[in-house]
């Protein structure tokens, strides 16, 4: 019985794609990472254009990554509930 269960297990396993997982995930991050990269290049532009201080650019950026960091999260929650197409 306890074989039978464990192959039952094992071949579950063997069912995930774990390339086009994997891509997803390191794109994913290249993008999340890029994001972050890109807001930072863009610090003395934002001063300018709003004629802001850096340190008030800075906490701008700041609350766009903590809000980006909670809502990506929250909207994938909520796609379980109500699917897009």
């Known amino acids: 019985m ?7 297990q094992h071949s579950a396993v063997q069912k995930y794609k774990v390339i086009p ?8 991050g290249f993008i999340g ?4 990269t890109a807001l930072n290049v863009a610090l003395s532009d934002l ?3 709003f ?3 850096a ?15 909670i809502l990506v999260p929250v909207s994938c929650f909520l796609l379980n509930f109500k699917p897009v197409l």
Request: net charge negative; charged share 5%; aromatic share 8%.
């Open 2 to 8: 306890q074989a039978v269960t464990t192959e039952a």
């Open 55 to 69: 340190a008030t650019a800075q906490w701008l950026t700041t609350g766009y990554l903590l809000t980006l960091g």
């Open 33 to 36: 990472m890029f994001n972050e």
């Open 21 to 28: 997982i994997m891509v997803s995930l390191l794109l994913s």
């Open 51 to 53: 004629h802001i201080t």
């Open 47 to 49: 001063i300018n254009l």
